[in-house]
């Protein structure tokens, strides 16, 4: 009986704070297809979403993960470019969804968790 009633106010907590970040990102909902940033140039605009932009691309043209990105300077290595992160649990739903429909959502995630 006790195990239960811990259960639902836990339950209750995490109802809360999910409701409170989708609060805060209310943008994303009204606006989902749309990236969220600042105004001022980010490092989000000019780094972190063409790489993942290039990994969903990258994924759909030639079916796998991609190893070398051919289009900065000569080419570099790709999944040992510790900056892309390409092995974060969350940056696989960059591969099924664009990043600019993902991005917003990642951040409403990262803030509930």
Partial sequence: MKFTENIKKDLLIVVILLLLSSIFFWKIFLHSREMIFTEYFSDIISFVAPNKSFIHESFKT????????????????????????????????????????IFGFLFLLDIFL
Avoid: K
């Fill in 62 to 101: 030639f079916g796998q993960l991609p190893l070398w990105n051919q289009y900065i300077f000569m080419g570099h290595p790709y999944v040992g470019n510790p900056l892309v992160s390409m092995f974060y649990p969350t940056n696989f739903l960059f591969l099924i969804f664009y990043s600019d429909t």
